[in-house]
């Protein structure tokens, strides 16, 4: 027995040698995995246990579309609870957030991540054409993914909303709100304030594409510079009301 307990403390040992100096380029490949090429990690620095880079978020031609500086640094002690806690730095957040990594899951809890607007064109392709600016606020009070599975809330803000097709500026604020309920995300739209309305709901079902109906409402002052700019992405159902539907 006493054997068999030091071949296994030899191993560990092993193997957090190996993850300590494991180059930082093998997350890259992690992330290109997983996400299929829509993330990647250039510039890496550093190891595995602790590095820095540039992580990309990517259209789905493989292109670069929004980038930030990235660190990221494991808790060595976190593995005595049976999984591996990752802290995680971005560019311009306030601060950082914990990312929890065991076997079969993978959690996220307290992050708050910023974008800008073109962010969302990578995100649903029919939306990329409007040169849309603004910043986007992402927060994650808790959410984990584990076999398919989601579990969890987040909030998406977009603030000061604008595209270069109207010289309405800015648009308005709105809100996306996400509740995961297994493998299915349920999305929910509604407007913080800002001439042109926006709300809906939809819902993405793992390994299909997102199902959303969304209304846009803009007050009869506003019609003229807005209306071009809704016909490029929506159907006209009466004056001052389009709707939006992405499948």
Not at 25 to 30: I, N, R
Not at 120 to 141: D, F, I, R
Not at 168 to 178: H, M, Q, T
Not at 210 to 222: C, D, E, M, S, T
């Amino acid at each position: 027995m006493k054997h068999w307990s030091l071949v296994t403390i030899g191993l560990v040992a092993y193997s957090l040698g190996v993850i300590a100096t494991a180059p930082a380029t093998l997350v890259d490949a992690g992330l290109q995995r997983i996400s299929q090429g829509k993330l990647r990690l250039v510039e890496a620095q550093g190891t595995l246990w602790s590095g820095s880079g540039q992580i990309e978020i990517r259209d789905a031609g493989g292109r670069t579309g929004v980038a930030k500086s990235f660190a990221w640094r494991m808790l060595p002690a976190s593995l005595l609870r049976g999984h591996l806690v990752c802290e995680v730095e971005l560019e311009q957040a306030t601060q950082s957030f914990p990312v929890t990594i065991s076997l079969s899951r993978i959690e996220l809890t307290n992050a708050d991540i910023s974008l800008p607007a073109a962010a969302l064109g990578l995100g649903v392709p029919k939306l990329a054409p409007l040169g849309l600016s603004g910043e986007l606020l992402l927060h994650v009070a808790s959410l984990s993914i584990e076999r398919g599975q989601m579990h969890g809330s987040a909030a998406l803000q977009w603030r000061d909303a604008g595209s270069v097709f109207t010289p309405i500026s800015p648009l308005g604020d709105y809100e996306v709100n996400f509740d995961g309920e297994g493998a299915t995300v349920h999305l929910l739209l509604r407007t913080i304030q800002g001439p042109l309305q926006l709300d809906g709901k939809g819902s993405w079902t793992n390994g299909g594409s997102p199902n959303f109906l969304g209304i846009a409402r803009v007050p009869p002052q506003h019609q003229q510079q807005l209306d071009p700019l809704l016909r490029l992405i929506a159907v006209e159902r009466g004056a001052g009301t389009f709707a939006l539907q992405i499948e």
